[in-house]
């Protein structure tokens, strides 16, 4: 049989850099909550351990591929005979900020080991996915979440799920530039999640990357008088809250023809959870 499964977008609400280790890795502070709105995946469950995809994505070689290197990675831990055909069905946008990849990532993990009976827990799960990328657990777990460490560290929070307008500019944003960034803030002072959670939210990559990538900056000029936009992750995506899908909709009508975008209700369980009756 085949499945589809959602893929959800997330978006980070603030993003503080607290510090930078030794093996270049920044420790942060973070708030992740999940979208209604984000990519499909298609499994279909085959007898002999094949991985195929359907659909590659051009210039990156299978054995790179996100979705692919969950699938052996799964495979491998848990000694699965079973194989997959899996096909992406996107809608989110690359290097956008929204973890498309990651959240891809964490659908296969999720969605396999549910449907070839693989047995691992969901915290067994995300730390087998951290290998895979930083943003991979907050998708596997599936609850927004209040993140530390390099964003592995999870203290799960009811948020207000609001409304949300996500635009994306035409550029493509490189998140090892922005952190490599010298003008980058890495001592943003720490703070404990109920401090951060009443305080005014914000993302120490903004400034820089507005600094470099003048259509995100122009974009957030233009829509200032309709809404307070904010970057989310390192870009290029920027978001911005509003009460009801009416008030989104008509600041989304505002937006350049050229600008990408969409209209989406926080989630505080991801989407993928929900369709899998999964408890996070």
């Given at each position: ?43 279909e ?17 299978t ?7 969950a ?28 973890g ?13 080991n ?87 939210w ?8 507005r600094?470099?990538?003048?259509k ?12 307070e ?5 390192t ?35 991801s ?10």
């Amino acid at each position: 049989m085949k499945y589809t499964l959602p893929s959800p977008a997330k978006l980070n609400l603030f993003l503080y850099v607290v510090g930078k280790r030794e093996n270049g890795y920044h420790d942060l502070q973070t708030l992740f909550q999940f979208l209604d709105f984000g990519d499909e995946i298609e499994i279909e469950v085959t007898e002999n351990p094949e991985i195929i995809l359907e659909n590659e994505i051009e210039g990156v070689p299978t054995e790179q591929n996100l979705i692919y290197r969950a699938a052996k990675l799964l495979q491998k831990k848990t000694a699965c005979l079973k194989g997959a055909r899996l096909a992406v069905h996107k809608k989110l946008p690359m290097g956008g900020g929204v973890g498309g990849g990651s959240s891809n990532a964490a659908t296969v993990l999720v969605g396999l080991n549910h449907y070839w009976k693989t047995g691992l827990s969901l915290p067994e799960l995300a730390e087998l996915g951290l290998s895979l990328g930083a943003d991979v657990p907050i998708f596997v777990r599936g609850f927004a979440a209040f993140a530390e460490g390099v964003g592995e560290e999870l203290t799960s929070c009811e948020l207000k799920t609001p409304w949300y307008v996500v635009l994306k500019p035409d550029v493509s944003i490189s998140t090892a530039e922005i952190f490599n960034d010298p003008n980058l803030p890495r001592n943003t002072p720490k703070r404990d999640v109920k401090t951060l959670l009443t305080a005014k939210w914000e993302n120490d990559c903004e400034k820089v990357v507005r600094e470099h990538y003048s259509k995100v900056d122009e974009l957030i000029l233009k829509l200032l008088k309709y809404a307070e936009f904010r970057l989310t992750g390192t870009g290029a995506c920027i978001f911005a809250e509003f009460d009801s899908e009416a008030e989104a909709r008509k600041v989304f009508a505002q937006k350049p023809a050229d600008v990408f975008g969409f209209v989406a209700k926080g989630q505080n369980i991801s989407p993928l959870h929900q369709h899998l009756h999964l408890i996070p």
